[in-house]
């Protein structure tokens, strides 16, 4: 069935390096994605969202690139700080109202 | 501005017992969604409340069921529970005007089933 899916589901990164987390969707029909970050014993917490008529979208120390082509979705965290250590989700909406979650990356930093 | 809330915290319940989870949305919110999420896996999709009614729902058995009230608060409830209903239930609200509307969560109800 259709799904959405991260690459790996860990990630070792050093403080202060920049980090990027991997996300492959295979519903064609998705025209919304977003990261949430979720910390032990809390819910998901929206970080970034993306639209399928964009391809690239920035915030606050992060970037989301989306390319359709490819169905692929990454997260990119610059200057990654001990407190970004959590469990990333990729979603995905097709405009039927449900999200769609994989099955999340943990991202742990290294001091 | 108040986020999500839920209640309550943790809950732990038998095989074959009966369980209600509430939830209100973040102020301004009309639409509440529910999640199970298993240890160590993402969320899936229950259903989701729009208008007082079920909107749209996800491939869970009857024993799920829900409830939206006019102030847009929320209930989930369970029935003859299972082992395997053992999860964190979480709560998202939105703003339901479009099929892609951006979902904020609250931080869940754990429910434990022995």
């Known amino acids: 069935g259709e799904s959405v899916g991260l690459h790996l589901p860990t990630l070792s990164v050093q403080e202060g390096d920049n980090s990027i987390i991997n996300c492959a969707y295979s519903?064609?029909?998705?025209?919304?994605f977003i990261w949430y970050k979720q910390e032990s014993g809390k819910g998901p917490q929206f970080i970034i969202d993306?639209?399928?008529?964009?391809d690239k979208r920035q915030g606050q120390r992060v970037t989301v690139l989306l390319n359709k082509t490819v169905k692929h979705l990454s997260l990119q965290i610059a200057a990654t700080q001990p407190g970004d250590s959590a469990v990333y989700f990729c979603?995905?909406?097709?405009?039927?109202?449900?999200?769609?979650f994989g099955a999340g990356t943990t991202v742990t930093v290294r001091a | 501005d108040a986020g999500v809330t839920q209640s309550p915290t943790h809950l732990i319940k038998t095989r074959g017992q009966q369980v209600t989870l509430r939830c209100s949305p973040k102020?301004?919110?009309?639409?509440v969604s529910w999640y199970q999420q298993a240890l160590g896996q993402g969320p899936q999709f229950i259903f989701q409340?729009?208008?007082?009614?079920?909107?749209q729902r996800g491939n869970f058995p009857d024993r799920f069921s829900g409830h939206q009230f006019p102030n847009y608060s929320s209930e989930l409830n369970v029935n003859a529970l299972l082992l395997g209903d053992s999860a964190l239930y979480l709560c998202?609200?939105?703003?339901?005007?479009?099929?892609?509307?951006?979902?904020?969560f609250g931080p869940g109800t754990r429910l434990t089933v022995l």
């Open positions: 998202a609200s939105s703003l339901g005007t479009t099929g892609t509307d951006t979902q904020y």
């Open positions: 409340y729009y208008e007082e009614e079920e909107r």
């Open positions: 519903n064609s029909a998705s025209d919304y």
């Open positions: 102020s301004g919110h009309d639409t």
């Open positions: 993306i639209r399928s008529n964009m």
């Open positions: 979603a995905e909406e097709a405009n039927d109202y449900k999200l769609s």
